[in-house]
């Protein structure tokens, strides 16, 4: 068939066919849906513009100090610590002078001179001014913290629930010593304190004790230079044990006594000292050693193993925080957070994880030991609400912005099919009478 022959065909074929009837009303339909998708998709717009700028609204600018707890609620410990993000310490209005923040889980001391204190009772984070040192130790029951004074002669205690401060100096001014450590006694009343001799001087460290509660006696000593900064622990009466390598010693009432370490056990971790036996916590080949010393002489309890790739460090303040006489708290580089448990049976159990600062850094954990007492274990606490940082927000923008584009995008897509429709649906009704008289004639 012929070109021309098809097309006569085809028009033979469409004037025979019947029309197609169209309703007079389409056109108007279709300008009534086209002006509903239109407020539809306005509503979409201003619900995504609206939810994305009350999410930006709401969202905090800055960190504030949280309340004060409830004084009564349970105080326990949080199974994770959180770092506090650098951008946060540098907001002075996120660092509060008031010191009376209730009792403490965790101190540790962070950058821009702040001390971050988190709550016993509900896991809020404080961030403190001391007005001068930064960090410290808390107490067992976690209601005072005490620390070293910026000239490094007087031991500073602070009671988080008055928000007293009380600072009492345990070197002469032009002393040739440093403060170095202080450290708690297992019943809170005593304080440990170590001093070593400044850059360039050869001298022995000093240790000594001093009551925090009542007016009992004090004592003071020195220590061979080989225990240089060691662990020094203090007894509920005052006397004081160090460890070296290869020896302890016990200052108290009676003097200054020694007694060897029997054979090579590894640099000590942790000290403990009940007044009667000296608990020596050693990082060992095998593991976690304690060498016990009493008035029976010396005993070894079995080696904890450790995980694989897990090692003990300084990463605790004082390198590990005493439970009570068997079980201990440890922060591995790993960041675990772990009770280890000594005797017979050994174990090595992860209640919690301690996050690193921005530098991946340690955070230099204090802990109050006495909310693990009896089996206590851990508690999840809720994440701090941190400010935004600017990556933060400018992905929000982003989000914002694609959102609208999006929606613009499919508006005019969604607008030109609608004006395509009705225009067919024009062209149809305006062919329509055509058809019908072609056909009756």
């Known amino acids: 068939m012929t070109p021309t022959g098809l097309r006569d065909e085809l028009d033979r074929i469409a004037a025979a066919a019947p029309s197609v009837a169209v309703p007079p009303t389409t ?30 609204l709401s969202h905090p600018t800055g960190y504030r100090p949280p309340p004060v707890a409830d004084p009564q609620a349970e105080l326990r410990m949080p199974s994770h610590v959180h770092a506090v993000p650098e951008r946060v310490l540098a907001d002075p209005g996120a660092v509060s002078t008031d010191l009376a923040v209730g009792p403490a889980a ?10 971050v204190v988190v709550g016993a009772a509900d896991g809020a984070y404080h961030l403190l001014d001391l007005g001068g040192p930064v960090g410290g130790i808390l107490s067992p029951d976690g209601t005072r913290l005490a620390t070293g004074s910026t000239d490094h002669r007087s031991v500073i205690v602070v009671d988080l629930r008055s928000g007293a401060r009380e600072e009492t100096a345990v070197l002469a001014a032009g002393s040739t010593f440093q403060l170095a450590d202080v450290t708690w006694s297992p019943n809170g009343e005593y304080l440990g304190w170590t001093a070593l001799p400044e850059a360039g001087q050869a001298a022995a460290p000093q240790v000594g004790s ?16 080989r225990y240089g900064s060691g662990p020094v622990a203090v007894s509920d009466t005052g006397t004081l044990a160090a460890a070296s390598e290869d020896q302890w010693r016990i200052i108290g009432p009676y003097g200054t006594q020694t007694a060897q370490v029997p054979g090579h056990r590894g640099e000590p971790v942790a000290l403990r000292w009940d007044g009667t036996d000296v608990i020596d916590l050693r990082n060992g080949a095998s593991g ?6 009493g008035s029976d002489g010396a005993a070894e309890d079995p080696a904890v193993p450790l995980p694989r790739d897990v090692s003990v460090d300084s990463e605790l303040v004082g390198g590990a925080a005493w439970i009570d006489a068997t079980h201990l708290l440890v922060h591995t580089a790993s960041e675990d957070l772990a009770v280890v448990t000594l005797g017979d049976p050994t174990s090595y159990d992860v209640v919690g994880r301690a996050d690193r600062n921005d530098d991946g850094m340690s955070l230099g954990l204090s802990v109050a030991t006495d909310l693990l007492a009896d089996g ?23 989000v914002g912005v694609g959102v609208l584009l999006v929606l613009g995008w499919l508006w005019r897509r969604g607008g030109y099919r609608l004006a395509r429709k009705a225009s067919w649906a024009r062209t149809d009704s305006s062919a329509a009478p055509h058809s019908d008289s072609s056909t009756s004639e």
């Open 27 to 56: 056109w108007a339909r279709a300008r009534a849906a086209q002006r509903r998708a239109r407020l539809a998709k306005g509503a979409a717009a201003l619900a995504c513009v609206a939810l994305v700028g009350g999410l930006v």
């Open 106 to 115: 965790v101190a540790y001391g962070a950058e821009h001179g702040v001390t």
């Open 210 to 225: 001093l009551q925090v509660i009542g007016s009992a006696r004090e004592y003071t000593g020195t220590l061979p230079a």
């Open 288 to 293: 976690l050693v304690a060498v016990r010393h």
């Open 376 to 398: 206590r274990g851990t508690v999840g606490r809720p994440a701090p609400d941190w400010p935004w940082a600017w990556p933060q927000w400018l992905s929000a923008v982003v």
